[in-house]
């Protein structure tokens, strides 16, 4: 049963969205879940990508590396450490800008994560099973496929609408819920090109479907409200925070300076 303050918290939060947010070029995110735009990354510069995920993977003085129990899911935190010749080419600032106008807040600092995903028996996919990244808050993320991603290649997956109307899905989805172990209703998976981006509304009900074949590269691009967030991701994933370079990470407010 969710508690009288799981409502508090889902009303407070839409109430704060229509004062402030649903905004600037992502307000489409008040009526999709998610919306693709193809190629919004070259096939040359996604293969470049894939090399560096690799190069630095297999780095054995790197501290930014998070892996599974599996070893099927490993991911490089802040990764545009390691791209600096091709981080403009994501449009970091611009997508910051977008995000903030359709949440109505101020992102105060930021982390590229990327992984690569490989076939393991039992594996559960990227973030380990369905989840909503917030039960309360929207929450944006943009992820760029840097491989071909079928149906068999762990594909990220939602739940179409679940990021709206959260009272009215309690009975079946309870309020507060962060992790869900079984999904009785369809899930969309993102089946797409290299170079694909997909933007989202992640406080839907989502996650990576297992991959079965091939290896699954992405870039996710992360936005927090706290300048000491990226510390505190890294400390989560049981990595020392105190290899964090807030060169990059920091950001101030800024006007939308570009659309989709």
Known sequence: MS?????VKVVASEGYMRLFGNRGPFRFLSNQT????????????????????????????????????????????????????????FGIEDHIANIDAFLGSTTRSWMLMANRLTPRPGNLGSGGGFH???????????????????????????????????????RQFPLGQYRFETIDQPVTEVVAPAGTLLVCDTRCIHGGV???????????????????????????SGL?????????????ARSISRTL
Request: aromatic residues 10%; contains cysteine; glycine residues 6%.
């Open 132 to 170: 909503r990244d917030s039960p309360f808050s929207h929450q944006v993320k943009c992820i760029w496929y840097l491989s071909d991603v079928g149906p068999e290649n762990g594909p990220f997956g939602y739940v179409d609408g679940t990021d709206k109307n959260l009272v009215g899905q309690n």
């Open 210 to 236: 297992p991959i079965r074949e091939g290896h699954r590269y992405a870039v996710t691009l992360y936005t927090f409200r706290e300048s000491n967030d990226v510390e505190s991701m890294f400390a989560k």
């Open 3 to 7: 508690s009288p303050l799981s409502y």
């Open 240 to 252: 020392d925070p105190a290899i964090v370079s807030q060169a990059g990470s920091s950001i101030e």
């Open 34 to 89: 998610a919306k693709l735009f193809p190629a919004a990354l070259g096939d040359e510069l996604c293969s470049d990508l894939v090399s560096v995920i690799d190069e630095t993977i297999n780095d054995p003085n790197n501290g930014r590396i998070w892996q599974d129990e599996l070893n099927s899911d490993v991911r490089i935190l802040q990764f545009e450490k390691d791209i600096p010749d091709h981080i403009d080419q």
